[in-house]
């Protein structure tokens, strides 16, 4: 059996598997040989589960099923997919790359989980990140970093380097991830795949470990933009257990570029002045100015925008995002789950764990959270913070009045060599500055492929963020459709 | 900027032992960090500090119990790194 993971979409597969041409089992084997192939060298899955080809056997009896009654069956059936470490899937270790969660079990499933299982995907394993999601090259993971499959010697950006180095090196025909300030969109674009981070509240995170709750959304990495759309599609939703979820009626989405007036051209923003500071690559911007002249030709308006405040979305995710780790992190105490380190007493016990459990970014975080949350600081950070998180977003807001998307480079470089940002850290949080702010203000955002530049004599992938309006990921499907030239 | 002493009260307040080597370098760390959020100062605000994320609003249920079947509840249990029972055991806090 001979299939052509490179080429693969959902769509197809789903076809495939419903006129019978390959079974549920034989495309999970292709997946499971090219993990087989890549993974010892790439790290991208810290674990390929043991009754991987049993749940494929499972779809294809309800594929058979649904055949035998001339019915169809979900499109995610029989699909064989990766899962970052911080999702839970009962039954299975879940250790978000850290030590203090090595060995835990889930006890249940995550709301995305659940509603996967229900559509028959096949769960290939747990796929490598930043410990807890800290981090932008997956070189903060306890098991090892995740290299980039373009190029062994860089990294495959994070935190969800595994989540788009899995399906990169063919490794998964989609990967969740999640994204804090970046972590979908940033691997995605050193990847060359797509990425979506999601509304605020359109994906449930009950089960998800959290690590900043007013950012952190789950999303899909995948090749095409229909195959992220679909798998949107299967984990979106209000959930009872998620009361941050939202549902269709929350935002007004319809507007003008999913109507078909033909004197009006959907425009896209292009906020200038941001795109002028040193440190984005050269490549980088000529990949994105080519896109925008892409965007063009097919029938799209460019529009210069300004984002008055948008230089200092990088500052306020830096100082609410460790206060809102400060206060997840507390939960691994030693007691309830987890790892235990013994100490004199139980006080002892608390410091002994955590000491061991937890890296050197996490503790760092711990430590600033604890910082800016404290008497005395909690106004001069925290709270201005969160104010000028509302003027950025209302910024948004403003500029979304005459534009139906604003595009930016996903990330200002493409992937960097190992090593080369882990001794600064605020080199490797730069890495966030153009992704941060879709977390800061709830938007949805999008990365996908738009040119490669060569370094070494490796082929590096570019990606191109749009933003849409909140709740209207169907306009970055439809733009991502069109600059991809997908059906 | 922040000095080791400090940096020790913090790491009291969350519960994590640090080493005089881990301060050292948490210290610089520290400086290099403030110092690049220390711009927010620059901004000139005007409104409410309240942070709020898109039409996200305080959401509420009734105390009621959903879902922990004796199953769950098992489950949950032997994640515990001591039990007794159907108890997680910790060490004695109170001295008798």
Redesign the interface.
């Known amino acids: 059996m001979n299939i052509d993971l490179k080429t693969l979409t959902i769509q197809k597969a789903h076809e495939a598997l419903k006129k019978g041409e390959y079974s549920s089992v034989q495309l999970t084997q292709a997946y499971l040989d090219e993990i087989k192939k890549r993974n010892p060298t790439i790290n991208a899955y810290l674990e390929v589960f043991a009754d991987v080809l049993d749940q494929a056997k499972k779809a294809d009896q309800k594929i058979q099923e649904a055949r035998n009654n001339n019915q169809d069956f979900p499109l995610l059936c029989g699909i064989p997919c990766g899962v970052k470490d911080n999702i839970l899937i009962q039954g299975h270790i879940a250790s978000a790359a850290s030590k203090i969660l090595e060995n835990?079990?889930a006890?249940?499933d995550a709301t995305v989980i659940a509603k996967l299982k229900a559509e028959g995907a096949v769960f290939l394993g747990r796929l490598n990140m930043d410990e807890f999601a800290m981090g932008g090259s997956t070189e903060n993971s306890a098991f090892g970093p995740t290299k980039n499959p373009h190029d062994e010697s860089r990294v495959a950006g994070g935190s969800s380097g595994g989540s788009a180095a899995a399906v990169a090196m063919q490794g998964a025909l989609f990967t969740l991830g999640s994204d804090t300030g970046g972590s979908i969109r940033q691997p995605a674009s050193f990847c060359g795949v797509v990425g979506l981070k999601p509304?605020?509240?359109a994906v449930s995170r009950y089960g998800v470990m959290a690590m900043g709750s007013?950012?952190d959304q789950i999303g899909p990495v995948t090749n095409t933009v229909a195959d992220a759309e679909i798998v949107f599609n299967a984990i979106k939703g209000k959930d009872?257990k998620d009361?941050?979820t939202?549902d269709e009626k929350?935002?007004d989405t319809n507007t003008r570029i999913h109507t078909n007036a033909t004197n009006k051209k959907p425009v896209i923003g292009v906020p200038r002045d941001f795109l002028k500071g040193d440190g984005i690559d050269p490549a980088v911007l000529a990949a994105f100015n080519e896109s925008i002249e892409s965007f063009k030709k097919i029938g799209y308006e460019i529009k210069d925008i300004s984002l008055p405040?948008i230089s200092?979305s990088l500052?306020?995710y830096?100082?609410?995002m460790p206060a809102e780790v400060?206060s997840n992190m507390a939960r691994f105490?030693?007691?309830?789950?987890?790892?235990?380190k013994d100490g004199a007493?139980?006080?002892e016990?608390?410091?002994?764990t955590?000491?061991a459990g937890?890296g050197r970014e996490v503790?760092?975080r711990?430590?600033?959270g604890?910082?800016v949350l404290?008497s005395g600081y909690y106004d001069?950070?925290y709270?201005?913070?969160?104010?000028?998180?509302?003027?950025i977003?209302n910024d948004f807001l403003k500029a979304f009045e005459s534009v139906d998307l604003i595009a930016t480079p996903t990330a200002p470089s493409p992937a960097f060599k190992m090593g080369e940002k882990t001794a600064?850290?605020?080199a490797m949080?730069l890495e966030d500055i153009f992704t941060v702010t879709a977390n800061?203000?709830?938007?949805p955002a999008i990365s996908i492929p738009c040119g490669e530049v060569e370094k070494e004599s490796k082929k590096l992938p570019i990606g191109l963020q749009l933003t849409a309006r909140?709740g209207d990921e169907k306009a970055l499907f439809k733009a991502g459709k069109d600059f991809l030239n997908e059906k | 900027m922040i000095t080791p002493a400090e940096l020790e009260k913090l790491a009291t307040l969350a519960r994590i032992k640090l080493t005089d080597a881990d301060k050292s370098s948490l210290v610089k760390e520290f400086d290099s960090i403030l110092n690049y959020v220390d711009q927010l100062k620059k901004v000139d605000v005007s409104l409410d500090t309240e942070g709020r994320v898109g039409a996200v609003k305080n959401v509420t249920r009734p105390d009621e119990v959903h879902s922990t079947s004796p199953a769950d509840r098992e489950g949950l249990l032997n994640e515990a790194p001591d039990r007794e029972g159907d108890f997680i055991a910790v060490k004695k806090m109170i001295e008798q």
């Open positions: 835990y079990h006890t249940y509304t605020y509240g007013s950012l009872i009361g941050t939202i929350t935002y405040n200092y500052m306020v830096y100082v609410l400060s105490d030693g007691v309830k789950y987890g790892l235990h007493n139980v006080i016990d608390y410091f002994e955590r000491r937890f503790i760092r711990i430590l600033l604890t910082y404290s001069a950070y709270n201005r913070a969160n104010a000028v998180r509302q003027m977003t600064d850290p605020v949080y800061l203000t709830g938007l909140h």
